[in-house]
Structures are given as structure tokens and as C-alpha cells.
T-cell receptor, first 114, second 111 residues
């Protein structure tokens, strides 16, 4: 399968714990995006990368959230000191460089904070 | 900031009936994209419209981009149970290009 892959698919954690999600984009795609989706809502933009450079981070993100794409390939999204309000589906998507079109989404990582 | 809004939020139809969802942006868009998310799945790209007044068809689905490039619609003719899911429109932020999604229209089809 050469699509976008995310790991883990499901994560249950206790409030206050740190969690990390990984995203492996389609190999030739230079742009990588993180979105968050809660029930009944559309994907909400969190951040995106062009190669290893983080070009934008949503103002909605607190400083508990950090994302990296160290070698311009896979990316990680870390949430520190999780809160119940962080419970959501975290979606990763990729797209080819220079293309303002289609995003290819992964299956998502569902986070439940107890 | 830029907002993308969709109506209705939910639509229940009998199989064979038509369905339309509407999308409005607070700003003029360079393009509009449509995605479908099946229950328990992830968003999947359907189409992109670029030109003012553009109309594109995919079998029973008709997509339209408004003349002012601030609104769009998706019309499904003679719905089938396979059309069930949530349909999202999305437009690029004018300054950064990041894709802003509407809240979606969830379609239920009764057989």
C-alpha cells in the first residue's frame, strides 16, 4: 500500500500523559498536513510542512502541541500533558510539491483522553 | 479569518431522491475542492473546480462553482445507498494556501 499511513490508529491515554502520532506520507509528496477532526465537524487545520520546514501552525494550537518532519519524510505530532478536550481524530494528509489541489488523507489516529 | 460554511448539516432522503449541498466562503476562492468521508473513514478527494461558473459532472454527481467564486454546490441525482457519507467542501486560504474545510453535510439514504 503506497498511501498515507498513520500510527497508532487508536490511542487511549490518561489526562496529563504525553502522546505521539506518526505519519508516513506518500513518498514523492513534499507537503504534509496535520488536521484534527471531532464528531460532526470538518477537518480543522493544525499545521503543515514543505519538506522539513514547518510553514504554518494554527493559532488554535496551544504550546502543548508540537510537530516535526526532521528529514522531510515522515512526521510526528506530539501532544504534551493531554486534556480531555484533545480527544479527537488526528488526520495526516500529503500532497505533491507546488500543487494546490488534492490532499491524500491517511486513516487517522483516534485519541481518547480519559 | 477565512470561513467556509455548508448547509444543510444533515439530510435524510429516500433512495432515488435527489440531494444538494451548498458551500459558501467568506472570501473569493482560487479553487474549491469536494471530499467525501464514509462513516468511520477518512476524507477522499472527489473533484476540484477552478473557473468561475464551472460545472463538472461525475456520473450522478454535478459540481458547480459560482460566478463570484465564493460559493459552490454538489448535486446528486437519484441517490443510492452507496452515496451515504459526509460531503465536505474546502477552499485554500488566500494568504497561505492551506485548505480550509466546511463542517460538512451528512447524507443518509433510506433504502
Amino acid at each position: 500500500d503506497t498511501g498515507v499511513s498513520q500510527d497508532p490508529r487508536h490511542k487511549i491515554t490518561k489526562r496529563g500523559q504525553n502522546v505521539t502520532f506518526r505519519c508516513d506520507p506518500i513518498s514523492e509528496h513534499n507537503r504534509l498536513y496535520w488536521y484534527r477532526q471531532t464528531l460532526g465537524q470538518g477537518p480543522e487545520f493544525l499545521t503543515y510542512f514543505q519538506n522539513e520546514a514547518q510553514l504554518e501552525k494554527s493559532r488554535l494550537l496551544s504550546d502543548r502541541f508540537s510537530a516535526e518532519r526532521p528529514k522531510g519524510s515522515f512526521s510526528t505530532l506530539e501532544i504534551q500533558r493531554t486534556e480531555q478536550g484533545d480527544s479527537a481524530m488526528y488526520l495526516c494528509a500529503s500532497s505533491p510539491q507546488g500543487m494546490t489541489g488534492e490532499l491524500f488523507f491517511g486513516e487517522g489516529s483516534r485519541l481518547t483522553v480519559l | 479569518g477565512q470561513q467556509v460554511m455548508q448547509i444543510p448539516q444533515y439530510q435524510h432522503v429516500q433512495e432515488g431522491e435527489d440531494f444538494t449541498t451548498y458551500c459558501n466562503s467568506s472570501t473569493t476562492l482560487s479553487n474549491i475542492q469536494w471530499y467525501k468521508q464514509r462513516p468511520g473513514g477518512h476524507p477522499v478527494f472527489l473533484i476540484q473546480l477552478v473557473k468561475s461558473g464551472e460545472v463538472k459532472k461525475q456520473k450522478r454527481l454535478t459540481f458547480q462553482f459560482g460566478e463570484a467564486k465564493k460559493n459552490s454546490s454538489l448535486h446528486i441525482t437519484a441517490t443510492q445507498t452507496t452515496d451515504v457519507g459526509t460531503y465536505f467542501c474546502a477552499g485554500p486560504d488566500g494568504n497561505t494556501g492551506k485548505l480550509i474545510f466546511g463542517q460538512g453535510t451528512t447524507l443518509q439514504v433510506k433504502p
